[in-house]
């Protein structure tokens, strides 16, 4: 989810959500070893509880970095193996360390001594085309000794040659009876799904054999549908704002950030983009939202063009205050 779950995507599903645990993208060791940590590490209180997922392969380096999020106030530290772009091909981590489990041992064994923090690891279930049960096990199990006792698994093999990062996330068979049988085997762990899971009935069929659930894209393209997790996961009562609500607090949200940093609000208007999927004139309010024409209005005049735009009545109105503005 690099480029996606930034700070601003994260306050935005916060509102949708209190209960569910946030991640970052993923942030390499690199970046923060040579680069500016505020700009990578920074988050809003809001955003909490939020784990800082990081990108590397080596264990001093990691533990810096581990410790850096523990001081910034992230409640977990997860370690990708997942990944599998060329980019994180090229720096030997991401998907890679799959296949040095004893590495990611060293990586996962050199964090948890460096701070007080869960130590978790995302993974796939196996890399190219191998279809061996065997290979995700021995690495859990040995990742396992070294102190990490949560694992994200995305249940599908990483290809490392031959398919993009989308046709990873499409092209390799979902075998969710992998990560079934990984919590039968390693009882004592926490074991949670993740890969092609779009719905409730989905997020049901995989709480009934493993611990948890992980939803990326669907949850960013259908952010709405987090708005019922609470209530229905995690036992939380009444409270949810609505639509518009969140709506108005990301526009509050779009003006604070423009005054303290100079953040344009289009660069956080993104991420919410979906709020309104499946309602009448989403599309056009949508359109209103995307229009770099009205990047030096207000995010407040901006939400009501939108608004004004996906009622058929204000439409026309809205669209030409739109291309005056």
């Not at 993009?164 to 949670?192: C, H, M, W």
């Not at 779009?254 to 004139?281: D, F, K």
């Amino acid at each position: 989810m690099m480029d996606w779950t930034d700070r601003h995507c994260r306050y935005f599903h916060r509102l949708l959500t209190r209960k569910t645990l946030l991640y970052t993208e993923m942030v390499t060791t690199g970046a923060l070893l040579h680069g500016d940590v505020p700009r990578h590490l920074r988050f809003d209180p809001q955003e909490d509880p939020v784990a800082l997922q990081l990108g590397g392969s080596e264990p001093a380096e990691l533990a810096h970095c581990a410790r850096l999020g523990e001081e910034w106030g992230y409640d977990e530290i997860n370690l990708n193996c997942g990944c599998p772009s060329e980019r994180v091909q090229r720096g030997s981590f991401g998907a890679c360390l799959m296949a040095e489990p004893a590495l990611v041992a060293d990586c996962v064994k050199a964090m948890v001594d460096a701070v007080g923090l869960p130590v978790t690891v995302k993974h796939r279930i196996g890399i190219d085309q191998g279809e061996s049960y065997g290979f995700v096990r021995d690495f859990v199990g040995m990742v396992a000794q070294a102190g990490c006792k949560v694992f994200i698994v995305h249940a599908r093999n990483a290809w490392l040659k031959g398919l993009s990062p989308k046709q990873n996330r499409e092209v390799p068979p979902l075998r969710y009876g992998f990560v079934a049988q990984l919590k039968l085997d390693f009882p004592q762990l926490t074991i949670v799904a993740n890969g092609g899971i779009t719905d409730d009935s989905g997020v049901q069929a995989q709480l009934a054999g493993v611990d948890g659930v992980m939803v990326g894209r669907e949850a960013y393209h259908n952010p709405w549908w987090l708005a019922s997790w609470d209530e229905r996961y995690f036992g939380a009562g009444p409270g949810q704002l609505t639509r518009e609500q969140v709506e108005a607090q990301m526009c509050d949200y779009m003006a604070r950030e423009q005054r303290a940093s100079g953040t344009p609000w289009s660069n956080i208007a993104r991420h919410m983009l979906g709020l309104r999927n499946g309602l009448p004139g989403a599309r056009r309010w949508r359109q209103v939202w995307s229009d770099h024409r009205l990047r030096e209005t207000p995010p407040q005049q901006v939400m009501r063009l939108a608004h004004e735009a996906s009622d058929p009545f204000g439409q026309e109105m809205a669209i030409g205050q739109a291309a005056h503005a």
